[in-house]
């Protein structure tokens, strides 16, 4: 995993809580992404970081935010959960533009 | 509007034959092209990725074939194996000074090699 650690695992929620996933690096790579699976859909990016405190949105950003205060840390906040949400995310991380991006093992979560 | 199509969305191939998964893009300014493995329950993996300066690129049995002006590349793996067996994705990126180098994926290929 390259040193990318998520939490947590799995999670279950219900229909309008808050929900925080965390995406943790320990190689200090510079850009950081959060993306989630949905079957058909292959991976679709939500948010990305280029630096701390420098994010911007993906394709599937509605309903989600992110924070990065720290190199280390890209914390991906659902406001209030729904449904729809119900995904697998996935982290990832690299250190320069066109070289491989490592992922983390992904959070599974369901909204209820 | 999807900028990278991947297909098939599956394959099944026998021990030791080829399999082919190919994808196709929209945008020309794209530099960047890696496949990902993935296994269930696991993150996706960096299998071998190329970039538009060469048509071909070789690691082991896997080999992305390019054609630029066709705006399509694919990948090969010979000599395929059980533990092959996974989900495939195709991406493409742009470097851009001061942009995130996102990474577009395609939506993923089932890949069974079967005994």
């Known amino acids: 995993d390259a040193g990318i650690t998520q939490s947590p695992r799995h999670k279950v929620t219900e229909t309008g809580t808050p929900v925080t996933l965390r995406c943790h690096q320990t190689e200090n790579h510079r850009y950081m992404y959060w993306y989630r699976q949905d079957p058909g859909h292959g991976l679709r990016l939500i948010h990305y970081?280029?630096?701390?405190?420098?994010?911007d949105k993906g394709e599937v950003s509605d309903g989600y935010s992110v924070s990065r205060s720290k190199t280390e840390d890209f914390l991906l906040t659902l406001e209030s959960a729904t449904s729809s949400q119900t995904s697998v995310y996935f982290c990832?991380?690299?250190?320069?533009?066109?070289?491989?991006?490592?992922f983390g093992q992904g959070t599974r979560l369901t909204v209820v | 509007q999807q900028q990278v199509k991947q297909s098939p969305q599956s394959l099944i191939v026998q021990k030791g034959g080829i399999s082919i998964i190919n994808c196709a893009y929209e945008n020309t300014a794209f530099d960047y092209f890696p496949w990902y493995q993935q296994f269930p329950g696991k993150g996706p993996a960096l299998l071998i990725a190329?970039?538009?300066?060469?048509s071909e690129k070789k690691e082991g049995r896997f080999t992305i074939s390019f054609n630029k002006s066709a705006k399509q590349f694919s990948l090969h793996i010979m000599d395929s194996q059980p533990g092959d067996s996974a989900t495939y994705f195709c991406?493409?990126?742009?470097?851009?000074?001061?942009?995130?180098?996102?990474?577009?994926f395609g939506t993923g290929t089932q890949l069974k090699v079967e005994l």
């Open positions: 991406a493409a990126s742009e470097g851009v000074t001061g942009g995130g180098n996102k990474l577009t």
């Open positions: 990832a991380a690299k250190d320069r533009q066109n070289t491989e991006a490592f």
């Open positions: 190329i970039r538009p300066d060469v």
């Open positions: 970081s280029y630096g701390v405190k420098d994010t």
